[in-house]
């Protein structure tokens, strides 16, 4: 089996935006992966390897439109296991969804995948919409939003417990088939692939790079296209049209008992 | 001229209220270009939702239907095919509605069959072709201007007012569109049975965080919230930990509330949080460690521990309805 990874670099979200000249300013921003792709790559090395054996189920392809020389952490999710990479070179924030998404079908396509995984959302853009995008354009299954998956290797299928506002569905997709992970999927039992004894435990969260990681991923192959050599043709459906901060809300006041918090609600907020 | 189309779920032969300000976003995309709204009803037999649909009318000049057995249950692929089918048939230049789990999943995949751009999670509608959106964990508001013969949006659901009824319609029935799920089984939703209202639709929300340290300690929230007629929700520390059910996670990747009352107990209050619930009208903060975020965003701050303050809360809440 063959899985691809959508990855991107976004500006470090813990740090303060900065609001210059009707856009963000990210000159100063230090630059890192996005958090729910990592879940994605974890999701992707789970079901790919078999915790105690040798063996390898699938081949994890890390792909990252970025320019070509801003590839850190192509290297980083390399370093995590991924077998290897391919970048798109262009920079991401002069395409348009329309376009990211014609991009990624095409090399899932080029690469004859089983398999696409994708972060559910990026933190900085928040988007939520590039793997539904990337199945609609393949026509292939997809299943969004995932919280735990289990690949059925005997009848090339996943079942995928999705979050979704009522509760939680179960999904079942013939693969080839197209993931959007949610955050839950990186919890210790989340991602079974029937080899994997069922009784192992990961550690929460995506793993780090090892150092013996760190030094293969150097030697990992890592193809460069152009979105020409995609035959895709970039469009401009969207563009930002200008940035403001969200209206701050009013100071707000300490209360040091309980009784004076409840007479504020009562008599002041009028929320009781 | 413009042709606005709202994408509505129902459920037991009625509209579900979520998709309400959905609706009114849509009218105001019509209003801002000049344009008609119309309304999708989707389903395996929708014709009685329709009709109660139509009866309120939601100042739409059109009702439409479009039924086949493959779009029950719910699945983005058969969706997204009766979609794409309706817009074509209609004509339609604005496709969308309140940005809810299915609209989610669905709407992206047919505005990709469409080379369509999709501006997600829109909170204003600024001008003909110009939308606003927060991202960031709503640190930034950002506008999006699109240019394309068919545009797609979803709203967030606590930046409009639900539509309200006015105006009757006709109801009328597309004609039956190849629609498949591309062998996928959807195998059931398990729903978290709660009496209480939902998360989305509360006027108060009672949420526990990392601080509750337990499930069993969410017993005294949940009195709290059924005391004020709210509904329970928690921070992704809360849910992570398993103290409750995951869909009561308030958050960028949970639910977005605006009530009009929040009270966040043992909640730090991490962006990610704040992005779920910094909409509310009136917050709340009780936390122990007068450091914690949440307390920048509270209009009211305590700092007390939940065990000593909420039992106390409580009582004084009881005080009063008993005298009233």
């Known amino acids: ?272 | 001229m413009s042709k606005v189309l709202v994408i509505l779920e129902t459920a037991g032969g009625q509209l579900r209220p979520h998709c309400l300000p959905g609706i009114t976003c849509a009218q105001e995309i019509a209003r801002a270009t000049g344009g008609e709204l119309h309304l999708l009803v989707l389903g395996a037999d929708p014709a009685a939702a329709a009709s109660a649909i139509a009866q309120a009318g939601y100042g739409a000049a059109g009702v439409h239907t479009l039924a086949a057995a493959a779009l029950e249950p719910f699945t983005a692929e058969a969706w997204a095919d009766a979609i794409v089918h309706a817009i074509k048939t209609l004509g339609i230049t604005h496709v969308g509605g309140t940005a809810s789990s299915t609209l989610r999943d669905a709407l992206p995949r047919a505005a990709a069959v469409l080379d369509a751009p999709l501006v997600s999670e829109v909170v204003r509608v600024k001008s003909a072709d110009t939308f606003t959106r927060p991202v960031s964990s709503g640190r930034a508001l950002l506008d999006i201007k699109v240019n394309a013969p068919v545009v797609a949006f979803t709203a967030r659901g606590t930046e409009f007012e639900p539509a309200q009824p006015g105006g009757s319609v006709a109801v009328s029935a597309l004609p039956g569109p190849q629609v498949n799920t591309r062998g996928v089984q959807v195998k059931g939703v398990q729903k978290t049975e709660s009496s209480r209202p939902a998360l989305t639709e509360a006027k108060v929300v009672v949420s526990g965080g990392r601080g509750m340290k337990e499930g069993a300690n969410f017993k005294i929230l949940e009195q709290l919230t059924d005391l004020l007629g709210g509904a329970l929700g928690a921070s992704r520390a809360a849910t992570d930990a398993g103290m409750v059910p995951a869909d009561l996670q308030v958050g960028q990747t949970g639910k977005i509330v605006a009530p009009d009352l929040y009270i966040a107990v043992a909640i730090s209050g991490a962006i990610q949080h704040l992005a779920g619930m910094k909409g509310s009208k009136t917050i709340v903060a009780i936390n122990k460690d007068e450091e914690a975020p949440i307390f920048q965003i509270a209009d009211y701050s305590l700092v007390a521990k939940w065990e000593e303050a909420i039992p106390k809360l409580i009582e004084l809440i009881k005080a009063r309805k008993g005298a009233a």
């Open chain 1, 1 to 272: 089996m063959k899985i691809l990874v959508t990855v991107k670099r976004i500006p470090d979200p813990d740090e303060s935006l900065k609001f210059a000249g009707g856009g963000l300013d990210y000159s100063a921003s230090k630059w890192v992966a996005n958090a729910f792709d990592e879940y994605g790559v974890e999701t992707a090395l789970r079901l790919a390897e078999v915790v105690g054996g040798t063996q390898r189920l699938a081949e994890v392809i890390v792909l990252s439109i970025c320019p070509e020389g801003q590839r850190q952490h192509m290297t980083q999710f390399l370093a995590m296991g991924g077998d290897r990479g391919v970048i798109v070179d262009a920079d991401p924030d002069k395409l348009d969804t329309v376009a990211v998404s014609k991009l990624i079908a095409a090399v899932f396509k080029k690469e004859a995948c089983d398999l696409l995984i994708a972060g559910k959302l990026s933190q900085d853009n928040e988007g939520n919409q590039v793997a539904q995008r990337v199945a609609g354009l393949l026509n292939l299954p997809q299943a969004c939003f995932a919280a735990t998956v289990a690949w059925d290797q005997t009848n090339s299928a996943l079942t995928v417990t999705r979050e979704v506002d009522d509760g939680v569905e179960t999904k079942r997709v013939p693969l080839p088939a197209v993931l959007s992970v949610d955050l839950r999927i990186v919890l210790p039992k989340s991602v079974s692939n029937g080899s994997t004894p069922a009784t192992h435990a990961y550690n929460e969260g995506p793993r780090l790079a090892s150092l013996k990681g760190i030094t293969m991923a150097k030697r990992k192959p890592v193809a460069v296209l152009k979105p020409a050599d995609l035959g895709v043709t970039l469009t401009t459906t969207e563009a930002p049209a200008g940035v403001s901060a969200p209206p701050a809300r009013k100071a707000g006041q300490k209360v040091t008992t309980v009784e004076m918090l409840f007479d504020k609600l009562t008599k002041e907020a009028k929320v009781l």
